[in-house]
Nanobody, 121 residues
Framework: QVQLVESGGGLVQAGGSLSVSCAASGSFFSINAMGWYRQAPGKQRELVATISSVGSTNYADSVKGRFTISRDNAKNTVALQMKSLKPEDTAVYYC???????????????WGQGTQVTVSS
């Protein structure tokens, strides 16, 4: 059973920094892209950043220059470093990964349980 387990998050003042991380556990064949999404109250879930298996990154315009996504393929982890945080960054942050559970199975998307990030003004 593949699981994505997030850690980090919490409460920080505007202008501060925070990190969230996610580890894939269980049995699987390979991990392709990994990423972070967020969902604020009353809003749809939106992409924050993604990183490919070879390290190519993509960011939402709203976080470019402030957030950095990274991954450790040996540890099956992905992290998001967040700087210059704004109140509008407040949301539940979800880890996502495209994982092939077994060699003979199709890749599918997995989600973590979410971790709260709150930025106070």
């Amino acid at each position: 059973q593949v699981q994505l387990v997030e850690s980090g998050g919490g409460l920080v003042q505007a202008g501060g920094s925070l990190s969230v991380s996610c580890a894939a556990s269980g049995s699987f064949f390979s991990i392709n892209a990994m990423g972070w999404y967020r969902q604020a109250p009353g809003k749809q879930r939106e992409l924050v950043a993604t990183i490919s298996s070879v390290g190519s990154t993509n960011y939402a315009d709203s976080v470019k220059g402030r957030f950095t996504i990274s991954r450790d393929n040996a540890k099956n982890t992905v992290a998001l470093q967040m700087k210059s945080l704004k109140p509008e960054d407040t949301a539940v942050y979800y880890c996502n990964a495209d994982i092939k559970p077994a060699k003979w199975l199709r890749e599918r998307s997995y989600w973590g349980q979410g971790t709260q990030v709150t930025v106070s003004s």
